[in-house]
């Protein structure tokens, strides 16, 4: 399997007794027997299932963070997806999860606006579930495939707005207008406001030092950083605001 390495990690929200573990770990996990109306299946084989469907399509995946909570019983996972063709400053994000307690379904989340948390948060643009009933291990590749599909779509729709944003030139007075912007339409808060004009200002990433609206986006988005619950959310107000600003009615998008 083909993997980019990438300057960035995608994470996850584990503060409810989730331990990140290697992947290693989780294939070792044991699989309960099934009964006449249950069918639990590996976590590895859920994991196997959405790589190669993303194989199949020509999208490559990136950096993986996996998670086990209840002695194995529930597992959470991420991983970024690349297209090969686009930039390599940012990517999509598909999650996965899957319990051996019946705690929660199968689930399939993909987009850039991804929430996948221990305490069984589970949102994204593309979202995808499944009970353990029978027939589960044939409809499953049906399940992650359509999800799939629907992720290699949105891969054109995010490549033609990251590059309107490359090509807007923004000035210093329209960035700290849109700063304000965000705190108001609550995307930021004010006490984010002095992080992100820094990050505007003296970039830590050398591919945003051009004044555009994909710089000023990035700047926004290394501070969302640190509050994951809140980031899903935040970024898809940012977005917004951003497309509105560039001239990119919603509409195009879809």
């Known amino acids: 399997m083909p993997v980019l390495e990438q300057k960035r990690r995608c994470n996850l929200i584990l503060h409810c007794g989730a331990q990140a573990v290697e992947r290693i770990q989780v294939a070792r996990v044991n699989t309960p027997k099934p009964t006449q109306t ?4 590996p976590h590895v084989t859920l994991i196997e299932t959405v790589e190669d469907s993303l194989r199949s399509t020509g999208l490559k995946i990136g950096n993986q963070v996996h998670s086990l909570t209840q002695d194995g019983a ?20 598909v999650g996965i999860r899957n ?19 221990d305490n069984l948060a589970f949102s994204g643009e593309v979202r995808l579930t499944r009970k353990h009933t029978s027939n589960l291990l044939r409809d499953l590749p ?18 033609q707005r990251i590059e309107v944003y490359k090509n807007t030139k923004i ?5 700290h207008d ?19 004009l820094k990050e ?38 940012l977005h917004a605001l951003f497309d509105t600003t560039v ?6 998008l879809n």
Not at 171 to 175: E, L, M, V, Y
């Open 38 to 41: 249950w069918q639990p299946i």
């Open 74 to 93: 529930r597992y959470f996972g991420l991983c970024e997806v690349h297209n090969g063709h686009d930039a390599d400053d940012y990517a999509m994000v």
């Open 99 to 117: 319990s051996h307690d019946k705690s929660f379904p199968v689930g399939l989340l993909a987009g850039t606006e991804i929430l996948i948390c």
């Open 142 to 159: 049906i399940m992650v495939s359509h999800g799939v599909g629907k992720l290699y779509d949105l891969f054109g729709h995010q490549s």
């Open 171 to 175: 000035r210093d007075k329209a960035a």
């Open 178 to 196: 849109l700063v304000i912007r965000a705190v108001d339409i609550g995307a930021a808060t004010n006490r984010m406001i002095p992080s992100i």
């Open 200 to 237: 505007w200002r003296e970039p830590r990433h050398p591919e945003f030092a051009d004044r555009t609206a994909w710089s000023l986006f990035n700047g926004f988005t290394e501070v969302l950083k640190g509050n994951l619950s809140e980031l899903p959310k935040r970024t898809q107000a």
């Open 247 to 252: 001239g990119l009615p919603q509409a195009a």
